[in-house]
C-alpha cells in the first residue's frame, strides 16, 4: 500500500487546495491537510509538522501527555482536571443527572444552584465517573489477522470476538478500563486504556437559568451569554484526587486570533461517508425528519393556540421540538452548499479514479462505493415505508407496539432482538410501560391524526398499512376510534397485559393493541428487508475507510468516535449578519440580552444575577469563539492555549458549525465557550465561592 | 376602466394570496392588498379600510392632516416638528453639511458633537431648508389631455411644458413652493403643495461616534446602538415658529407588537418595474456592479497590506467599498430570491393574460411588457462595451475623458448634454477639473490595471476599445506608460488645457489625453445605441404604470418619489441568526458591542459616553425594529403611535431589509429607528441638554 499512500498524497494535495482559502495554501500544501475532512486529531497522531507550519507551535511530547492526562471523559462529555485537588470543569448540561439527584427534597438546585461552602459540603454524584486516557496501541494488524472467514456475518463474529479478546486480555494485565475503538470505519483499530475514577462530588453549579440563559432559542447560536459550568471533584480512597496533571488556569484568557487548542471526546462526525450516503441524507432522511418536526410543531402551536395555561405548558416542548429543527436544519443546509458537496465530490472522484487505475487496489475496493449507492438506494425505496411501518404518533399506539412485540423479542437470544429489547435495556423498557403517567388524549390523537395523514400522502394508494390502520376510515376517524376505545392509559391494564404475555395480548380487543397487531407483522417484514441493505452498507463502508486510511494515513483525522481528540484552532470573528459578530462577549451583553426581551423567559436574569448587577465588572468575558473542530460530546472540554492553561470551557458552536457534521469548513463555524474570566468573576462576585476561585487560580 | 378595475381587483385578491402569510389573510383578502408592492401610501389615499380590518385603527382627518403638517422635508432626507417652537428632529447623517458648516475653524463638531446652551446659541445651516406639504391635487386629467402628439420625443416635449406650466401657474397662485408628481410611472400625475422655511438652525448634534456606532461595518444591520440624531430649529422672521402641527413626545415608546407609522419621503423603489427589468438588474447589473466592486476592493486591500500607515489610510475606503458591496448584495438577494420572484411572477401574469382578454385593453397596453423585454435585451447585449467605453478604473484617465469631451459637450445645446455637463453642473465639473488635488499613483494604476483586466475577460478579442488603448501591451504595460507620462496630476495643466478648447486637446500628446481622444468616439458610439432602448423602455414602463394604476387604483402604493408616505407597521422581533433579535436594543448593549471589539474602531465609545457610563440607566432602550416599509430618503422620519406621539426616529433599516427595494416582505426585513426614550436618556445624562428633553417633553 506504500505505492498508493505516497501517489495519492501527492496528487491529493493539489485536489484539496482547489476549494480551500488562499490564505492556507501554503501550510495545507505542505502537509497534504484537507479543510473538509475538519481537525478531530487523535494523540497518538498529532500533526506536529502542520502546526508548526501553520501556527509556528510544535507542542512536545510532554505538553501533549499533560494535557492528554488533564483531559477526562464523562459519561457522554468530556471535561478536564484543574486543581491539583482534582477539580474537575464541565459543562451545567453535563452534570443534569447529578444536579438531580443531590438536591435535597425541598430544593431544585437547578433553580436555585449549588455552591459547597468547602470540601465536606459536597455532594457524592451516584452514577458519575470520569475516564483518563493512559495509552493508546495501534491493533489493526490483530484485528485484521482474526478475520479469515469469507462471510460478512462471520466476519463480524470474529471481529467482535477478537476484539473482546484484547478487552479483556487488557483489562487482566493493566487493571484499567480498556476500548478498542474502531476508526477510519474500520481501517484502524486502536486499543485505548482509562483509568477510571468513581467518586465524582459536585461542588458548584449555578442555576439552570444563568447556565442555560436564552433557553432553545439560543441554543446553537452565538452571541452567547451562559455560564454553562459545573465544577466536581474526583476523590481517591475519601480523599480529593492529587495530581500533577490539571490544566492552570490563565490570567487573561485568550486574544483575538490566538491559537488555542480543545482536548475532548466529539461523539459523531459523518466525514467519511461517500457522497451518496450524504445524498440519501440529504434528499431523503433528513427532509423527512424535518416534516416530522413541522407536523408536531404544527400540532403543539394548535394546542398552545388554545389558552394561555395551554401556551404556557407547551412552550417548552415547542422550544424542543424548534431546537431540534434548527439542529437538523443545520446538518441539512451544509448537504444542501452546493460548494461543499462539489468539494466533497471532487474528492472521491479524484480517489476513486485512482484506486481504479490499480487493477490490485480495483479488485479490492473498487466496488465499494457504487455498494453503497445501489444499497443506498433500496434504503431510499423503502423509506417510506420504514417510516411509517411502525407505532409513530400516538404515545399510547407506541405503547401498544411494544406490548405487542414483547413475547415475540422475549423468546429471541438477546443478540437477535431489537436493541430496545436487548436485557441491557430491559429494566428501562419495563418501566416505561408500567409506570403510571397522565396522557393529553387530545395532543395524542391531534399526533395521530397527523402522523396518519402523513402516512396517506407519502404511501401508495392500498398501501397494506393503510388498509390494516385505516380500514377505509379518515385518519380523525380512526384516531377517534382508537383514542376513545382504548384502556391503555391506565398502568394496571399496561401491567398486565406485560404479565399475561402472548396469550393475553392475542386475547385483547383493546382498539390500539388491535391496531398493532395489525402493524407488528408489516414492521417485522420492512425490517427484515432493510437488514441487509444496512449489512452491505457497512460492509462497504468499511472497505472505504481502509482505503481512504491507507491513502492518507493520519494526514486526514478519523471521524469522531467518542474518544479523545484534539483540535487546533484561533479565536476569531466572524462575518454575521451583514457585519461581525465580536470573539467574545462581556457581562454587558448578558444584561443587555435579558433587557431587550423585557426579562421575559427564556432571557430572564437568575435573581442573584439580578441582585449582584452593580458588583460586577460588566466588561468582564463571559463567552467567545474560536475556528476549532467540535461536535456533540466535546461539551465540557477545556479550551487551553499554547502553555496548556485553561482560556475556556466549550459548550456549544454557532448556528453556522452546524453544517460540519459532514463537510468541514471554518470561514464562519464557531465553537463557542465559556471564557476563563467570567468564571472567575461568577465566582467571586455572583456565587461568593471565592475558595474555589482562589483553588482554580493556584491561590 | 372600470370593469377591468373591480374584475382585476377579485381575480388579483386570489393571486396575490397565494404566496402571503396566512396569518394576514382575512386583511388582506378584504382589501386586495399585495404584501410585494409594500405599504408606501400616499396621504391622498390611506388605505383606511384595510388600516381598520388589520390593526382595529382608522385615523381621523384630523389625525392625518397633523401628522402630514408635523412631517417636513428635508433636501435628501426626511424630519419632523417636534415642538411647538419649532424643534426639528431628524438623523446626524442627514445633518454632516450643516454640522461641518457650523464647526468654527478649530473645531470638528462632527468630533466634539454640539449643543447649543440656550436659543441663542443656536446655529443656522446655510443651505438648509425643510418643506411642509401642504397639499395635493390629482392633475392626471391635465396632464394627459395635454399630450396629443404621436411622436415619443413631442409626447416628452408636450408632458413638459404642461407640467411646467401647473407648476408656475401654482407658484404664481398660492406662493408656494410647487411640484407635479409622477406616480405610478406615469399612471398619476399629484401636484404637490410645499411650503419651505429656509432659516433651519442647528441645536443638538452627538458625536458622529455616538450617532455612527459601528461604522459601515455595522450600517444597514440590527442589532444596533446609534444615537444617529440631529435637532434643529425652524425659524420665521427671526423668531423660533410657532406651531400646533408637531409631534408630542412619547412618555414610554413603543412596545412590542405595537403598531406605529412613519412618515416621510421614500426616495426610490422598483416595485412596479416589469419581470424583465428585474431580470436584467438580477443578471447583468448588479453581477457586474458586484465584480467592480470587488476589483476595488482587491486593489485597496493590496495597497493595505504594504504597511500599518497603508492599512489606516485605506480602512475607512474599504469600509465604504464593502458597504456598497453589502447594499447591492442585498438587493441582488431579493432578486435571487426564487419564492419573491415567483410571487411577482405569479402577479405579472395574471395582469398581463387579463390585459389580453380584453381587445381593447390590449391594443393600448398589451406590448408593453414584450417591447420591454426586447429593449432590455438590447441594453444586454451592449451592458460590457457600455460599461467599459469610458475613462474607468483610473481617476487621472477619468479626468482625461472629461477634458476630451469637454469642447464637443460645450458645442451643443444644453438638453442634449450628458447630464455632468449641463448648465446647472458646470460649476462643479469645472471645480472638479481644476482643483489642487493629490493623487495615489499607484492605486490608480492598480485600479486602472483591475479595469483593463476586466474589459479583457468581458470584451471579445479584437474588440476595438481594447485595440485602441491596449495597442498590444498588457494592462499593466498600459497602465504603467499612461501614469508615468502623464503631466494630468498637475492642476496648471489641466487648467491650461480646459482653457485651450479643442485645438488644446487635440495637440496634446499627454498619453492620457491621447487614450482619451481614441476611448472618446467609441463611448460616444455606444451612447447612442443605447439611447433609443432606455426611451422604448421608459416609454413603456409609463404604459404598464398606467394600466396597473388603473386595474388596481390605489390599492398599490406607487413606488417611491422622494414625496411624502406614511406607512403601517408593528414593532416585533424577528428570527434572526438561529434565534430572535430583540424588538429593541439597550445602552447595557451599546457597552457590550463597545467592550466586546476591544472598544476598536468602528466600535469605540465616543469619550463622553465613556465618561458618563455610570450615570446612565442602562437598560434604556437606545434601538428597536419594526415592520413599516421605508427607503433611502426616508432618513430621519418620526415613527408616532397611534396618539401620533415621537416614538422613535428613523435611521436605517436591517440587512434583511435591502431586499425590499424590489419585492416587499415583512417576515425579517425591519426597519431601524432610535428609541424616544434613548433620546431623552442622552440629552439628559450625555449631553446635559435638559433644557432641550424639556422642550421634547413639553415640559
Known amino acids: 500500500m506504500k505505492a498508493l499512500q505516497k501517489c495519492l498524497l501527492v496528487g491529493a494535495v493539489a485536489v484539496g487546495l482547489t476549494a480551500i482559502d488562499t490564505h492556507q495554501l501554503s501550510a495545507q500544501s505542505q502537509t497534504g491537510f484537507f479543510e473538509e475532512f475538519g481537525t478531530m486529531w487523535t494523540f497518538d497522531a498529532p500533526p506536529l509538522d502542520y502546526w508548526e507550519q501553520t501556527y509556528g507551535f510544535r507542542p512536545t511530547q510532554d505538553w501533549l501527555d499533560h494535557v492528554r492526562l488533564a483531559s477526562v471523559r464523562l459519561p457522554g462529555c468530556s471535561s478536564s482536571f484543574v486543581s491539583k485537588d482534582g477539580l474537575v470543569m464541565t459543562n451545567h448540561h453535563c452534570a443534569r443527572g447529578c444536579i438531580t439527584a443531590v438536591s435535597p427534597p425541598d430544593t431544585d438546585y437547578h433553580e436555585t444552584g449549588f455552591v459547597a461552602q468547602s470540601m465536606a459540603d459536597e455532594k457524592p454524584c451516584p452514577g458519575v465517573y470520569v475516564d483518563q486516557l493512559q495509552s493508546i496501541e495501534d491493533v489493526t494488524t490483530r484485528v485484521r489477522g482474526a478475520v479469515t472467514a469469507r462471510g460478512a456475518e462471520a466476519q463480524v463474529e ?58 432553545d432559542p439560543d441554543n446553537f447560536t452565538y452571541p452567547r451569554y451562559d455560564l454553562d459550568l459545573t465544577l466536581y471533584r474526583v476523590y481517591v480512597d475519601g480523599k480529593p ?139 431510499a425505496n423503502l423509506a417510506a415505508k420504514n417510516r411509517y411501518y411502525g407505532f409513530g404518533g400516538s404515545q399510547l399506539l407506541e405503547l401498544a407496539g411494544t ?55 407519502e404511501l401508495s394508494e392500498g398501501d397494506p398499512f393503510l388498509t390494516a390502520v385505516l380500514n377505509g376510515r379518515t385518519p380523525e376517524e380512526t384516531a377517534h376510534s382508537l383514542l376513545s376505545g382504548t384502556r391503555l392509559g391506565k398502568a394496571s391494564v399496561r401491567q398486565s397485559l406485560l404479565d399475561g404475555g402472548i396469550e393475553a395480548i392475542e386475547a385483547s380487543t383493546d382498539p390500539m393493541i388491535v391496531a398493532a397487531r395489525q402493524i407488528a407483522p408489516l414492521s ?56 461581525y459578530a465580536p470573539y467574545k462577549t462581556t457581562l454587558f451583553g448578558l444584561y443587555a440580552r435579558a433587557a431587550e426581551f423585557d426579562n421575559e423567559a427564556p432571557w430572564q436574569l437568575a435573581p442573584l444575577w439580578a441582585e449582584r ?24 472540554s477545556p479550551v487551553v492555549n499554547q502553555d496548556a492553561e485553561v482560556v475556556g470551557l466549550v459548550f456549544d458552536g454557532n448556528i453556522q458549525f452546524l453544517p460540519n457534521r459532514f463537510i468541514f469548513n471554518s470561514l464562519v463555524a464557531r465553537t463557542v465557550s465559556v471564557h476563563s474570566a467570567g468564571i472567575i468573576e461568577a465566582l467571586r462576585k455572583v456565587y461568593d465561592a471565592g475558595w474555589i476561585a482562589d483553588e482554580l487560580q493556584g491561590g
Open 241 to 379: 484526587r492529587q495530581t500533577d496533571h490539571y490544566l492552570k488556569w490563565s490570567e487573561k484568557g485568550a486574544a483575538e486570533n490566538e491559537l488555542v487548542f480543545i482536548t475532548g471526546n466529539p461523539g459523531s462526525t459523518g466525514r467519511l461517508l461517500t457522497l451518496a450516503q450524504m445524498e440519501y441524507l440529504r434528499d431523503v432522511q433528513y427532509p423527512a425528519q424535518l416534516a416530522g418536526y413541522q407536523r408536531n410543531l404544527a400540532v403543539l402551536r394548535q394546542v398552545a393556540a388554545r389558552s394561555e395555561e395551554d401556551r404556557r405548558r407547551t412552550q417548552n416542548q415547542i422550544f424542543g421540538v424548534e431546537n431540534s429543527y434548527k439542529a437538523v436544519s443545520g446538518y441539512l443546509s451544509g448537504l444542501l452548499d452546493e460548494d461543499r458537496m462539489a468539494r466533497k465530490k471532487i474528492f472521491e472522484d479524484d480517489f476513486r479514479s485512482r484506486i481504479d487505475s490499480d487493477p490490485a487496489l480495483k479488485a479490492q475496493y473498487g466496488g465499494a462505493w457504487d455498494a453503497i449507492a445501489e444499497a443506498q438506494a433500496g434504503v
Open 613 to 636: 448587577r452593580d458588583q460586577l465588572d460588566l466588561s468582564t468575558p463571559i463567552n467567545f469563539v474560536s475556528t476549532n473542530d467540535i461536535i456533540g460530546g466535546n461539551s465540557g
Open 158 to 215: 470474529q471481529r467482535d470476538s477478537v476484539i473482546q479478546a484484547i478487552t479483556s486480555e487488557c483489562r487482566d494485565e493493566t487493571g484499567l478500563n480498556c476500548q478498542v475503538v474502531t476508526l477510519y470505519q474500520g481501517g484502524m483499530y486502536s486499543l485505548y486504556r482509562f483509568e477510571r475514577f468513581n467518586d465524582v462530588r459536585l461542588v458548584m453549579a449555578p442555576e439552570g437559568q444563568a447556565a442555560f440563559f436564552g433557553g
Open 524 to 579: 417485522a417484514e420492512v425490517a427484515e428487508r432493510m437488514a441487509p441493505l444496512n449489512a452491505t452498507i457497512s460492509a462497504n463502508a468499511e472497505l472505504v475507510g481502509q482505503a481512504i486510511f491507507a491513502a492518507y494515513g493520519h494526514s486526514l483525522p478519523p471521524d469522531a468516535t467518542f474518544t479523545l481528540r484534539i483540535t487546533d484552532g484561533l479565536v476569531k470573528r466572524y462575518p454575521y449578519n451583514g457585519t
Open 403 to 457: 406490548l405487542v412485540q414483547y413475547p415475540g423479542q422475549m423468546a429471541m437470544p438477546d443478540s437477535m432482538r431489537l436493541p430496545a429489547f436487548r436485557s441491557n435495556q430491559l429494566q428501562r423498557l419495563r418501566g416505561q410501560l408500567t409506570a403510571d403517567r397522565a396522557f393529553d388524549l387530545e395532543l395524542d390523537g391531534l399526533n395521530l391524526v397527523a402522523q396518519l395523514k402523513a402516512a396517506q400522502a
